[in-house]
Structure formats: C-alpha cells, structure tokens
C-alpha cells in the first residue's frame, strides 16, 4: 500500500513535525505539529491530502505550537493522552522559557494504550510510554514499519526527565518493556534529530545497550 512519510522540522528548536498519508486514499495524519502551521498546511494542500487526525505525541509546547491554527483550518480531531491534559492547558510550559503559543483547543479523542487509529487503510495503534511526561504516547503504524516516538527514544539518547513529570526509571520501563517490544526492525522517527532504527539503538545506545 502506497504511503509516505513526510518529516518537517519546524520552530526554535527544529522538532520534528511527521505527515503520514495513505497516497492512494489521499488521506493523512499530522504528528506533533510545534511551531509553522503554514508549512504544514502548504503540504497538506500541494497533496490534496485529507487530514483525519492531530496527533499528539505529547504536550510539551514545541510539540503544540501550530495545533491551534491548523484544527481551526481543517476542523481535524485532536488526539492527545488525558494525563498530559494539565500541560496542554499550561501551554505545554512555553512560558518556563519566556516563550508564549497559540492556545490549542481541548482534544476530542482521549487516547489510551491499545487504541487504534485509522487513516486510509493505515492504522496506528497507540503505546502509552510515559516517563518524559505523564501522557506521553508513541504511534506504532506496521504498514509503514514505523514507530512515531516523540521525545522518549532519540538516535544515541533518549528523552529528558528533569521536566515537570518527568522520571527516569518510568522512561526506561517504558523503552525496555513496551517501545523494544516492537520487531526489530522497526524504524523510529524521533521528535528530535534523525530517523534509526529499535534495532540499531537497542546495540548501539548507551542507555539501552545490553
């Protein structure tokens, strides 16, 4: 089944923003829009793509920034975990770094681990990995062999636990015992940096190597 993954850096920090469409039902998800809604929007249209969802992996505010503008353009429902609901509505911290956003609207799906989400023929099934934050999830999509893990998992590193409900030995629980579960050869697309693979961190990261 045709489908493509589109990673865009966007803001300050350059998180990484992922549209993932069904190509042949032109429709698609966005994942953690932070910051440019223009440019998501710009490639939501040059494709003719129908978006379904806004997906939240979590709701720090470099991960939020653009959702206000683009829900209100593509009427699109928000999905976010309830846990991170009390930072969603802090703004995602943005003022902790002098910095100020859009004030998202309130989400309309409320996800929980084992939850499915179609697009297309794509599905995306959501893993509760918290740890970074509370309500922090990962989007596993098997036609794609892609695993959408925000700030829990990056190349060589994994997320900081030094925010508000942050705590490592959660992270770890949720890395060892639920993202490493996945097959091998699952590719990771991080918040941060470039894509890998669980099978090249599970050898290769300090924090995960046997």
Same mark, same amino acid.
């Given at each position: ?36 809604? %223009? ?52 703004? %995602?911290?943005?003022?902790?770094? %002098? ?112």
């Amino acid at each position: 089944m045709p489908h493509r993954i589109l990673a865009l850096p966007l803001g300050p920090i350059q998180t990484n923003c992922y549209l993932v469409a069904d190509v042949e039902a032109r429709a698609a998800v966005v994942i953690d829009p932070g910051d440019e809604a %223009g440019r998501v929007l710009d490639v939501l249209r040059k494709n003719a793509w129908d978006l379904q969802y806004i997906l939240l992996t979590h709701a720090h505010f470099d991960h939020i920034g653009a959702v206000a503008a683009i829900a209100a353009d593509r009427r699109a429902p928000l999905a976010l975990h309830p846990l991170d609901m009390p930072l969603l509505r802090a703004g %995602g911290g943005a003022r902790l770094f %002098g910095l100020d956003i859009p004030t998202p609207p309130e989400p309309d799906v409320l996800l929980e681990a084992g939850q499915v989400l179609t697009c297309g023929a794509l599905t995306f099934l959501v893993l509760h990995v918290p740890g970074h934050t509370p309500g922090h999830v990962a989007f596993y999509c098997p036609q794609a062999g892609a695993v959408f893990s925000g700030d829990v998992l990056f190349q060589d590193g994994i997320g900081r636990t030094d925010l508000p409900g942050g705590d490592y030995a959660t992270l770890m629980h949720s890395l060892k015992a639920v993202l490493l579960q996945l097959p091998p050869e699952t590719v990771v697309y991080s918040g941060h940096g470039p894509a890998t693979t669980l099978a090249a961190e599970q050898q290769g990261n300090p924090f995960l190597a046997d």
